[in-house]
């Protein structure tokens, strides 16, 4: 009687050290996938802030819309990610006062007091207005270059380069133009 009580302590004991060592071990694979939850979802807002998925953004067209709405050029630069001729955008010479917005939704994109003369052949910026672009990159001269996209309908607008003005931001945005609208000021005289 005795002995199988001991047996039965002996046993339980063994439940209970295994139980304890069961737990710790649920406790470590726990901690382990909170640590990997975690990097994914750093991964996740890498991702948000540089959506490749053109899924995300709010502006949503089928491929058929934008080639009725858009001119073929337009088409070509925007949803295909073309780039047009150097010195071909009258929107190069614009130098009076308003704003440039997205040619596929109208979102204020640039503004002209932050363009200049960059000699590239396209409309050039130093900066965007604040939270306007989405960013990306690509690689298709097979070096990783940054590209603007509308942040409002994921557009392709063109690429982002730091050889600007060192004076000011030291960014280029290099601008397709017919991805653009120029939008005068209304108080110009
Ligand atoms: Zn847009």
Known sequence: MNKSKIQLTTSCENIEIKYIFWTKKMKFFRLLFLILLCSCETGAQKVENTPNDK?????????????????????????????????????????EPGTFVCAACGNSLYETKHKFESGSGWPSFDRSIEGSLALSSDTKLGYKRDEALCGQCGGHLGHIFNDGPRETTGMRHCINGAALEFIPDKNQD
């Open 55 to 95: 899924s995300e953004f709010e502006v949503q067209k089928s491929e058929q819309e934008w080639k009725d709405e858009l001119s073929d050029l337009q088409y070509y630069v925007l949803r295909k990610a073309g780039t047009e001729p150097a010195n071909s955008s009258p929107l190069n010479d614009v130098d």
